[in-house]
């Protein structure tokens, strides 16, 4: 298959339909030799013609991707801090552009999470330690004042219209600044080059007819596992990822990030459908990185 660059067996010794099953084995093993998941799919067609394609997918496993604002928030509060403004256009981006849902969009899955664990401390009030109470009212109330503040901050695209000039004045002395400036970079690289795309573009809508109940045994979707979060380091936090993993091992499978190629046309040149997803999945793995070490 020229498209993928990859050479095939010759099968034309053996008898149908051992020629065909050898030759799909053979194809199927080599795709997958390579970084992605790829699937080869033969498929009749209504017209008795039989279509080849190759299922290209992103599978994220059980990987959460929360970025966590708190500690980035806390950080804008100096203004000297430019490895904060340059973590803070990466965020914007990922809100404006690539569609990272936040933590206080009543849609979403992460602020369900924080509604819940504010009904259930109020409603065992009376049963828990007066201590854990107050902390974790606390932890709450904190991330419910810092989501509000930061969904403007969000909003605003100027910061990331701004990016390439924070980083032009930026000269980096620390490796932690020089990660700072790279993210920021790889960043505004993925816009230029996909200045259209979102997170969205390649996932299989999920048919809410063929679902029971959405926070329960219908399938893990991309707004589920990918989202801004408050924090990611306190009891409230801890109790949340329970309700997570218990709630998510219910459900009936995850939306991945697909794209087909069919070649029953001429292709040319290979073309990597789903090299957006796989660079912004990066980038926030970075950028929680980042986040969590920041000085």
């Known amino acids: 298959m020229d498209y993928y660059d990859i050479q095939t067996i010759d099968v034309s010794p053996f008898a149908y339909p051992y020629n065909i099953l050898l030759s799909q084995w053979d194809i199927s093993r080599k795709l997958r030799l390579r970084n992605r998941y790829r699937e080869l799919q033969l498929l009749e067609t209504d017209g008795q013609s039989v279509e080849l394609s190759v299922k290209e997918i992103i599978n994220t496993g059980s990987t959460l991707y929360y970025i966590p604002l708190a500690p980035l928030y806390k950080a804008l509060q100096d203004e000297q801090n430019k490895c904060a403004k340059l973590l803070l256009g990466v965020c914007v981006y990922l809100h404006r552009k690539a569609g990272v849902c936040h933590y206080r969009d009543s849609e979403s899955y992460v602020c369900y999470l924080y509604d819940i664990m504010d009904t259930w401390i109020e409603d065992d009030r009376e049963s828990m330690d007066d201590g854990d109470y ?162």
């Open 134 to 295: 107050e902390e974790q009212r606390a932890t709450l109330d904190e991330m419910f004042n810092i989501g509000e503040k930061m969904t403007s901050v969000l909003a605003d695209e100027n910061h990331l219209l701004r990016l390439r000039s924070t980083i032009d004045g930026f000269t980096p002395i620390t490796r932690y600044e020089a990660l700072c400036v790279k993210l920021a970079d790889q960043t505004l690289a993925v816009w230029n080059e996909h200045s259209q795309a979102n997170l969205y573009q390649h996932i299989v809508p999920i048919d809410e007819d063929d679902e029971d109940d959405y926070y329960g045994n219908g399938k893990i979707q991309v707004t589920d596992y990918i989202s801004f979060i408050g924090e990611t380091s306190s009891n409230v936090y801890d109790t949340m990822m329970n309700m997570t993993n218990d709630d998510f091992n219910e459900r009936s499978g995850v939306q991945d990030f697909e794209a087909t190629v069919a070649f029953n046309e001429p292709c040319g040149k290979y073309e990597d459908g789903l090299d957006y997803e796989e660079r912004v999945i990066a980038i926030i793995d970075e950028l929680c990185n980042l986040i969590t070490e920041m000085p």
